[in-house]
C-alpha cells in the first residue's frame, strides 16, 4: 500500500532560518506524483509544487526548493530565510491509482506544523 | 475565478442525527472528492464523484454517501453520527478523474463537531 512519512511532528525556528521539512513515501507505482501542500489555520490546503516521478531536478520558486531523490524515496522541502507567515502545517502527498480507468486519489502523510518564531 | 466553496464552515450535531456538507468545485472542474481530515492527521479519501456517480470509494463506512448534481456541485451525507466523525471534511475539485495532470483544488472545509 501507499504511505507517506513525515517524521517531524512540529517544528520552531527562529524568523530568517532555514528549515528542511522531510517526508519519504513508498509506492509500487513506477509512474506517480508527489505533492506539497499547505495548511494555514484557515483549514484550506494550499498547492505548492507537483513533482513527476520521473523528474528528479530539483526545483526552487523563490525561497521555497524542493529536493526529490528517487533513490532514497524521499522529496524535502526547504524554505529558505523563513517568515512568520511561513507558520503553518505542511503536508506531503502521493498520488495514487485506484482503477483501471485512470481515477486517483492522494495519500497524505500527517503533516508538519511549522511554527516561526519572531 | 471562484475556487471550490464549502458550506456550512461549522456544524455541530448530536451523536445519532443525519448531517448533509456542501461543496461547489471551481469553475471549469469536473470532478469532486471528499476527504476526512481528523485532528492531528491527514486528509483521508473518502470518495469520488464524477459524472453524478461515485467513482471510487475509500476505507469509509456505507454510513457515508454522497451525491453529484448536474452542475458539478456535491454533497456528502453522514448517517448516524460518531463521536468519531468529528473532523474537517474538505472538498477536492479537479478536472477529470487524473489528478495528477492538473492537481486539486480544495475548499477550506467544513469543521464537523459532534456532540
Known sequence: AQKVTQAQTEISVVEKEDVTLDCVYETRDTTYYLFWYKQPPSGELVFLIRRNSFDEQNEISGRYSWNFQKSTSSFNFTITASQVVDSAVYFCALSERISNFGNEKLTFGTGTRLTIIP | ?115
Open chain 2, 1 to 115: 475565478d471562484a475556487g471550490v466553496t464549502q458550506s456550512p464552515t461549522h456544524l455541530i450535531k448530536t451523536r445519532g442525527q443525519q448531517v448533509t456538507l456542501r461543496c461547489s468545485p471551481k469553475s471549469g472542474h469536473d470532478t469532486v472528492s471528499w476527504y476526512q481530515q481528523a485532528l492531528g492527521q491527514g486528509p483521508q479519501f473518502i470518495f469520488q464523484y464524477y459524472e453524478e456517480e461515485e467513482r471510487q470509494r475509500g476505507n469509509f463506512p456505507d454510513r457515508f454517501s454522497g451525491h453529484q448534481f448536474p452542475n458539478y456541485s456535491s454533497e456528502l451525507n453522514v448517517n448516524a453520527l460518531l463521536l468519531g466523525d468529528s473532523a474537517l471534511y474538505l472538498c477536492a475539485s479537479s478536472l477529470g478523474q487524473t489528478i495528477a495532470n492538473y492537481g486539486y483544488t480544495f475548499g477550506s472545509g467544513t469543521r464537523l463537531t459532534v456532540v
